[in-house]
């Protein structure tokens, strides 16, 4: 049983936490996996996404949106310390393999993991999916602060009473995200993590990608 499960709110701005056995499993895997500055995050990402589906009218199961916010960064969990992928990959894989378990239809599937894995790929979710758009705007909601007037101020302050940010939010979620990409620096490419290895590892060296192009074995 996830400790303290029992007291975590029911609901927050108004929107009803999920309590299915898939959900709770979710939360649990979370809780078990990765720091609370991890798990705080997700629960406050969930709630500004189903806001934001509310908002603007879109479609969106809550299940499979809380699914989505507890397994969006279970990638940088111990369990993958010996993976080459991005972490967002394996945090998608993960949802998926604890989906199929409880009998979640193949095209749903497919769309949390589209969703989790493309999570913070800027500008691309928002043409996706609801769900991938909705979990987006959340991310970046929580982390960037992007568009936080979508919500109003009694909805965030809401979400951060149930779930503080905390002292040094910012740092330690860098922090978090260093440690779960530190051994695959390769994963990194094209991507936000690049950002924060050049932050946290002194001996990070970012792959560019022009010289990629122009130190390959062409012979124009």
């Known amino acids: 049983m996830l400790n303290g499960h029992a007291a975590r709110p029911a609901e927050v701005a108004g929107i009803v936490m999920p309590r299915t056995p898939l959900a709770i499993a979710s939360a649990e895997a979370a809780h078990a996996s990765l720091p609370d500055v991890v798990t705080a995050h997700a629960s406050r990402v969930f709630v500004f996404a189903a806001l934001a589906a509310r908002h603007e009218r879109i479609a969106c199961e809550p299940d499979m949106l809380y699914v989505a916010a507890m397994y969006m960064n279970m990638g940088l969990s111990a369990a993958y310390a010996h993976s080459n992928l991005r972490y967002e990959i394996d945090g998608a894989d993960a949802a998926r393999t604890a989906m199929q378990r409880y ?34 705007l959340a991310v970046r909601a929580d982390l960037l602060a992007d568009d936080l007037d979508a919500w109003s101020q009694a909805e965030r302050e809401q979400i951060v009473a149930a779930w503080p940010r905390g002292a040094r939010f910012k740092e330690r ?43 390959s074995p062409w012979n124009d």
């Open 103 to 136: 009998g979640v239809p193949s095209n749903v599937l497919d769309d949390v993991w589209c969703a989790i894995a493309l999570h913070t790929t800027p500008r691309v979710p928002v043409h996706m999916s609801a769900l991938a758009r909705v979990l987006s």
């Open 173 to 215: 979620m860098i922090e978090a995200i260093g440690r779960g990409v530190a051994h695959r620096p390769m994963s990194t490419f094209g991507t936000l993590s690049a950002d924060v290895l050049e932050r946290v590892d002194p001996d990070f060296c970012r792959t560019n990608f022009c010289g990629l192009i122009l130190g």
